[in-house]
T-cell receptor
Framework: SAVISQKPSRDICQRGTSLTIQCQVDSQVTMMFWYRQQPGQSLTLIATANQGSEATYESGFVIDKFPISRPNLTFSTLTVSNMSPEDSSIYLCSAGGARDRTSGNTIYFGEGSWLTVV | DAKTTQPPSMDCAEGRAANLPCNHS???????VYWYRQIHSQGPQYIIHGLKNNETNEMASLIITEDRKSSTLILPHATLRDTAVYYCIALFDQGAQKLVFGQGTRLTINP
C-alpha cells in the first residue's frame, strides 16, 4: 500500500489569507486526488491532480479558489485561497494506481489537514 | 458508477460479528464493490474489495450476493476500535479511480 503524508496536519488561519497543503506519496502513483470534509459531513471530491497539467475540478470547485499543483508522480499541493470561516474543514489527499502495479488500483488516503479559519 | 445505499447507523456488541449491509442494485458487471472506513479524526482506511466472489483478508470478509445487487461487510469479532463510519462504494477497477463517498454507516461497538 502507498503511504501518504500531509503537511500541515492542522493549522489556524486568518480570514483572507491563503494556505498551501502538501501531499507526499512514498511511491510513484498514477492518480492523486484532493477531498474536503466539512464538520459532520462525508468526503467531497475537490479535484483530480494531473501530473504536468491542470487539475480536473468537480462541480462547485474552481481553480482560483483551490489551485492545485502536481509536478511529479509522488507530490501534489492544494492551496486554499482567500479563506473564510466556511473553508474550515479537513482537507484530504488520496493516491493510487502504482506505476509498478504492485499495489493494484486501490486508493489510499493521508491523515488529513485540519484547517480552522478565524 | 452505481449508487450504493447503506443504513445510517448500526450498533454491535464487542466481540460479536458486525454485519454491515450495502445495496447496489444498479451495479454493472465490471464494477467492483469497495469498502472503506473512517475512524474519527483520521483519513479513510481501505478495508476490502470484490467483484463477485466472496473475499476475506485480515480485517474483514466481503459477501456479495449472486445477483451482485447487494453485499455485506463482516467484521468477525468487533472491538471498540472498530467504531467508525463505513463506506461502501461501487466503481470500475480500470486504473485507479476517483472515489465518490455517500453518507456511509456509522457503526458503534458497545462494550
Amino acid at each position: 500500500s502507498a503511504v501518504i503524508s500531509q503537511k500541515p496536519s492542522r493549522d489556524i488561519c486568518q480570514r483572507g489569507t491563503s494556505l498551501t497543503i502538501q501531499c507526499q506519496v512514498d511511491s510513484q502513483v498514477t492518480m492523486m486526488f484532493w477531498y474536503r470534509q466539512q464538520p459532520g459531513q462525508s468526503l467531497t471530491l475537490i479535484a483530480t491532480a494531473n501530473q504536468g497539467s491542470e487539475a480536473t475540478y468537480e462541480s462547485g470547485f474552481v481553480i482560483d479558489k483551490f489551485p492545485i499543483s502536481r509536478p511529479n508522480l509522488t507530490f501534489s499541493t492544494l492551496t486554499v485561497s482567500n479563506m473564510s470561516p466556511e473553508d474550515s474543514s479537513i482537507y484530504l489527499c488520496s493516491a493510487g494506481g502504482a506505476r509498478d502495479r504492485t499495489s493494484g488500483n486501490t486508493i489510499y488516503f493521508g491523515e488529513g489537514s485540519w484547517l480552522t479559519v478565524v | 458508477d452505481a449508487k450504493t445505499t447503506q443504513p445510517p447507523s448500526m450498533d454491535c456488541a464487542e466481540g460479536r460479528a458486525a454485519n454491515l449491509p450495502c445495496n447496489h442494485s444498479t451495479i454493472s458487471g465490471n464494477e467492483y464493490v469497495y469498502w472503506y472506513r473512517q475512524i474519527h479524526s483520521q483519513g479513510p482506511q481501505y478495508i476490502i474489495h470484490g467483484l463477485k466472489n466472496n473475499e476475506t483478508n485480515e480485517m474483514a470478509s466481503l459477501i456479495i450476493t449472486e445477483d451482485r445487487k447487494s453485499s455485506t461487510l463482516i467484521l468477525p469479532h468487533a472491538t471498540l476500535r472498530d467504531t467508525a463510519v463505513y463506506y461502501c462504494i461501487a466503481l470500475f477497477d480500470q486504473g485507479a479511480q476517483k472515489l465518490v463517498f455517500g453518507q456511509g454507516t456509522r457503526l458503534t461497538i458497545n462494550p
